[in-house]
């Protein structure tokens, strides 16, 4: 390969358009580096270093390269008409890796002149601007926003996988219930909206987890059980913690213990330590397991709702 193409494709990480090869090497450079086999077009006037693409047959070219470098390939063709969107903007704000060989989406507004191709998706959209505040700048790549691109994402992904994308978003202060749910109004024939509409609910109530959602619908409600306030900051010295189910008036908190957490030694010792905090203020933690959770729901509710009513029995009276 010429040796000022080779450094300018170096440069920008394996990739080059026509526009800026065309900026320091004669076309036909460009033309004798794809005929060598240096080079692969894998979109309209977007080139890249061949060593970069996978060997599978059969798959569109740009699905041969890296979910990274296929990103800018598509945003580079689009150039400033589009951004990413959908599952390809889950993966630049980090909530989901792009698998290999998933086709890039992006979004442009209606009147560009983009269309899907081997590889890309192109969706349309009547009110987007590639401007903010529609888009942002992430790791440096033009992404739709966050809140979007969740709602974007939700029909395409297996039921199983639609909500830790958006508790993680929301745990992670990327974005708040209220937010998505204002961008979740705007699809009113999104499949599967009830179902987001009912997460959204349970993350404003301040359930955190899957495992918190499912003792918040199958346990902790009900006749009998208090109004749990959740995350409850409590101030402890020169920290804060945070109570998962704060039943106030017993001065009871509920701690649900996922999955991973048995079994790990130091995620035991840091709790004990947090659980004789609480009890030098008075309040009580409870913990249950993942299992039990889940498979002796009655029993954790009855021992639940034990627990509660002695503690009442033995406050002093206000």
């Known amino acids: 390969m010429n040796v000022v193409l080779r450094e300018l494709v170096e440069l920008n990480g394996g990739l080059v358009t026509f526009g800026a090869a065309r900026q320091v090497v004669p076309a036909w450079t460009l033309r004798q580096a794809c005929v060598n086999g240096d080079l692969v077009r894998v979109l309209p006037q977007v080139f ?15 699905s041969r390269l890296g979910p990274a470098l296929g990103q800018r390939a598509a945003l580079a ?31 442009t507004p209606v009147g560009a002149s983009l269309r899907t191709r081997p590889g890309l998706v192109v969706h349309r959209h009547r009110h987007l601007r590639i401007e903010p505040p529609h888009v942002v700048v992430r790791r440096g790549l033009t992404v739709t ?16 996988e639609r909500r830790a994308p958006v508790i993680r978003a929301v745990n992670d202060w990327l974005t708040t219930p209220e937010r998505l749910a204002e961008t979740l109004d705007s699809a009113p024939k999104l499949i599967g909206r009830a179902t987001f509409r ?18 918040h619908e199958h346990v902790f409600t009900g006749p009998a059980m208090p109004a749990f306030l959740r995350q409850v900051p409590m101030r402890l010295g020169r920290r804060t913690v945070y109570l998962d189910m704060f039943a106030e008036r017993e001065r009871v908190n509920i701690e649900l213990d996922g999955a991973t957490t048995h079994g790990d030694p130091r995620q035991r010792e840091i709790d004990l330590r947090r659980d ?16 039990r959770l889940v498979h002796e729901a009655d029993d954790v509710r009855r021992e639940t709702l034990a627990i509660l009513a002695t503690r009442r029995a033995t406050q002093p009276s206000s």
């Open 276 to 291: 004789a905090l609480l009890a030098t203020v008075g309040i009580l933690v409870v913990r249950f397991a993942h299992r």
């Open 145 to 160: 926003r966050l809140d979007q691109a969740l709602v974007d994402s939700w029909p395409m992904l297996p039921s199983v």
């Open 48 to 62: 890249v270093a061949a060593h970069l693409l996978d060997s599978r047959s059969g798959a569109p070219v740009l």
């Open 198 to 215: 009912t997460l959204l609910t349970r993350l404003a109530d301040g359930c955190r987890s899957p495992l918190e959602m499912w003792g």
């Open 77 to 107: 063709w689009a150039d400033g008409r589009g951004a990413l969107s959908h599952l390809s903007a889950l993966s630049a704000w980090g909530l989901r890796p792009q698998a290999a060989g998933e086709p890039v989406h992006l979004s």
